[in-house]
């Protein structure tokens, strides 16, 4: 994000006056993939209610993952192959991994959800997609390590602070109310206090006011009452 044309300090050093695609929404990432593979080691699955409420979870994942590949492949891939030959390419074949994994443990959960309640190798099927559920953790976070890692530094060097603002305002603009509101919570909920405020400091001077009340609104919701009330302080 930007504030004043310069990167937040609590994003890094690296060229400061630059934007830093990925580690935001990284983060968010992380902190819901950790949530939900705890959830996932609790689960009994003989109750059909924990497996209905891993597949709601883990459909809300899968369609944001969609999206979220569908942003990069669009809006930063293109240029990020005119610096690297073939690199996007590479990513692009880890997401088609990543969406068939994620369709696959959605396959096995649903079909959990249709045994009889009480099965008894509902334990053993369900141990299963635990353990396939861990290897789709690794695989994702070696993923986002990657693009964070490498890519993003490759992008921060390779592109000018006017290209990379460019960019990031195509991807706001490309995204329904919904999709802003989902991703901002996503954000919010795996970053730091100054992070999440120099996030709603970008927003509040980049969005026309009543655009902004709405992602105001969304981060409200996202926090809880003692979080809120120290970022509003200082908005």
């Known amino acids: ?48 209610g924990d497996v209905e409420a891993l597949l709601q979870g883990l459909g809300y994942f899968y369609d944001h993952i969609k999206e979220h590949a569908e942003f990069e492949e669009r809006f930063i ?23 068939a994994d994620l369709e696959d443990l959605l396959r096995s959960l649903e079909r959990l959800r249709n045994m009889p309640e ?33 890519v993003q530094n490759i992008l921060l060097n390779a592109c000018t602070a006017d290209e990379l603002l ?15 509101s989902s991703n901002l919570r996503m954000m919010i909920q795996g970053i730091n206090d100054p992070e999440a405020l120099e996030l709603l400091s970008s927003a509040k001077g980049m969005l026309p006011p009543q ?7 969304e981060a409200e919701k996202a926090m809880n009452p003692e979080r809120w009330s120290r970022l509003a302080a200082r908005l």
């Open 1 to 48: 994000m930007l504030l004043n044309g310069k990167l937040p300090s609590a994003f890094g050093e690296i060229l400061v006056e630059k934007i830093p695609y990925y580690t935001p929404i990284h983060k968010g990432q992380r902190r819901w993939l950790f949530d939900f593979a705890k959830q996932m080691g609790r689960s009994d699955f003989s109750s059909r």
């Open 77 to 99: 891939h293109p240029r990020l192959g005119e610096v690297v030959p073939g690199c996007p390419r590479a990513i692009e074949s880890e997401h088609k991994a990543i969406h």
């Open 118 to 150: 009480g099965h008894p190798t509902l334990p053993q099927l369900g141990q299963e997609v635990y353990l396939a559920t861990n290897r789709f953790v690794a695989f994702y976070l070696r993923h986002i390590d990657y693009e964070e890692d490498h």
């Open 166 to 180: 460019a960019t990031f305002r195509s991807i706001l603009a490309a995204q329904s109310p919904k999709q802003l």
């Open 211 to 217: 655009a902004f009340e709405g992602v105001r609104a």
